[in-house]
């Protein structure tokens, strides 16, 4: 139960420092992407559609609420007002990590709860590491993911890609070897879902998820949350170790751009893949940015903390202006629909520029 104690303390502290600290990138790349404008976009505003189908689930609009809790003091009430929300708005969601659910019983009902709200999308939530055996820990089994599916009733099991953050972590992982693998077993089961946080997924290890017959890539590149920030300011806390607090600073910005995530997943695309654009969404504008790059949908977490804290009016009203803007957007480059809004044309400027010239020079 230590263990159990360790992982609450943590979570509860990270939705700490993600409220009080500045823990952002230094740069957010979305500010490097254009979209054309319409000045001629002959449609009427009644007439966007937003509607998109991922994952064999239609929602309304193409929005996923990401993970924002994990088991910690909070769990429960941001998993309900979340679920609220995402059945309300019919869009999806996905939960914090489910690990600590494993070890602690007593945090079971505070993830079960989502069960209760008919949501058209469901992600389950599990760190890549923890598929494979650590110092002092055993490797989670396939009873345990269904055990973590069956929890919240999930369509999809969505795993995290950190190293960059367990590096930095006082208590972090360290053994990364055969999390392909397991990631390609897990895909004989369940739709999966792989998704970084915060430093974003290239094109080669896009691929190589893609031949695990995976079904669905979350970028989370460089441009909102840092999450080797966020344990660079535990470490500080802890005082435990500080090489990990030098090894933070450092790798305060490490990554691929979010929006050059996208066309890196993309440039490797595979049918029946799809491309979820996260990474310091802040609202419409960049959701649709993020599907103009050729992604189908965009996930958005530490926007909405402080919306999901403070209940189910903020969190709604905050979703909602991100779909008022998302359609004003459509509307502004002549896009009736999502398929329209992946063609529309778009330009990227300064280091975004030179990103894709040097690594997609061949990919347009």
């Known amino acids: ?33 254009y ?26 609009y193409p929005i996923i609420i990401a993970a924002i809790g994990g088991g910690g003091r909070y769990n429960k009430k941001l998993n309900e007002t979340c679920a609220r929300i995402a059945e309300e708005l019919q869009i999806g969601f996905c939960v914090g990590s489910q690990r600590l659910a494993l070890v602690d019983k007593e945090l079971v009902k505070s993830y079960e ?3 209760e709200y008919d949501i058209p999308l469901v992600f389950a939530n599990i760190g890549s590491t923890q598929l494979t055996k650590q110092k002092g820990k055993e490797e989670l089994n396939i009873e345990d993911i269904k055990t973590i599916m069956d929890m919240i009733n999930a369509d999809v099991l ?41 430093c974003g997924i290239s094109k ?51 990554g691929i751009p979010a929006p050059i995530s996208i066309l890196e997943c993309v440039s490797s695309s595979q049918e029946g893949v799809h491309i979820i654009g996260s990474g310091g969404i802040r609202n419409g504008l960049d959701v649709a940015k993020s599907i103009a790059l050729g992604g189908d949908a965009a996930s958005m977490a530490r926007v909405l903390l402080q919306p999901a804290l403070s209940g189910t009016k903020a969190l709604k009203e905050k979703i909602e202006s991100v779909i008022e803007e998302l359609e004003a957007t ?18 990227l400027t300064g280091v975004l520029k030179e990103w894709k010239e040097q690594r997609l020079s061949n990919f347009t």
């Open 158 to 198: 969505t795993v995290f890609l950190n190293p960059a953050q367990e590096l930095i972590q006082p208590e972090g992982d360290e053994n990364f070897a055969g999390i392909l693998e397991k990631i390609k077993e897990l895909s004989t089961i369940f739709q999966v879902n792989v998704k970084e946080i915060g």
């Open 330 to 347: 459509m509307l502004l480059v002549g896009a009736k629909n999502i398929n329209q809004l992946q063609r529309v044309p778009y330009i």
């Open 113 to 115: 709860v989502v069960k």
């Open 1 to 33: 139960m230590k263990s159990a104690k360790t992982i609450r303390r943590r979570k509860a502290e990270h939705i700490k420092i993600c409220l009080s600290e500045d823990v952002s990138h230094r740069i957010n790349y979305w500010d490097f992407v």
């Open 35 to 60: 979209l054309i404008h319409n000045a001629l976009p002959e449609i009427n505003k009644d007439e966007i559609k937003t509607e998109v189908k991922i994952f064999q689930k239609k929602l309304k």
């Open 204 to 254: 080669e290890v896009a691929s190589l998820l893609k031949n695990a017959n995976i079904k669905g890539i979350e970028v989370a590149g460089v441009s909102g949350t840092s999450w080797t920030a966020v344990e660079y300011y535990r470490a500080k806390r802890y005082k435990i170790k500080e090489k990990k607090i030098k090894l933070g600073k450092l790798l305060w910005d490490w």
